[in-house]
């Protein structure tokens, strides 16, 4: 009798750790896809490089001709998608933005990609992109009533 008592709290506590092990993987997937913002690698690498943070940008459909990454398909279908607290997670999503560095009166932009992946940590690759000429003197609009 106390053989099988045993057991059963074995099975159990096996269960229990391995749910608690994938509920903390999933979390932590969760927030490195949609709540981390990765700012102190993207200062750390514009330190690197010898400039200061000055817009961190969201990739548009424009952006993509002159991208050192390979521009996304619309549609993509995967083996694994998983769904876990009514959420659907595929195994692994990169994410894209454009960083505007500032050294001096220059300004560089930068590329960057995030690949998030289940059991593993988020990765980050930077490409250096092409000096932006910003005009010197600030554009005047003229703003209209439509009344």
């Known amino acids: 009798m106390m053989m099988q008592e045993i057991m059963v709290v074995l099975i159990v506590g096996v269960g229990v750790a391995l749910i608690g092990t994938l509920f903390f993987y999933h979390a932590r997937l ?3 896809r949609y ?6 690698e993207v200062l750390s690498y514009l330190r ?8 961190t940008l ?3 459909s424009e ?8 521009k996304p398909p619309a549609v993509q279908f995967s083996w ?6 009514g959420m659907y997670v595929d195994w692994t999503r990169k994410d894209y933005k454009r960083i505007v560095g500032k ?7 930068f590329w960057m990609q995030v690949t998030t992946t289940y059991f593993e940590r988020p990765q980050i690759v930077f490409h250096k992109g092409r000096v932006i000429r910003l005009p010197e003197e600030p554009v005047e609009y003229e703003y209209r009533n439509l009344d």
Do not use: C
Not at 48 to 55: I, L, P, S, V
């Open 58 to 60: 969201s990739m548009y």
């Open 103 to 109: 050294r001096g009166s220059q300004f560089r932009e």
């Open 63 to 70: 952006d993509w001709p002159r991208s050192p990454f390979k």
């Open 48 to 55: 690197e490089k010898g400039f200061e943070h000055h817009t």
């Open 30 to 32: 969760i927030y490195d």
């Open 35 to 40: 709540l981390r913002s990765y700012d102190e």
């Open 80 to 85: 694994v998608i998983i769904r876990i607290n």
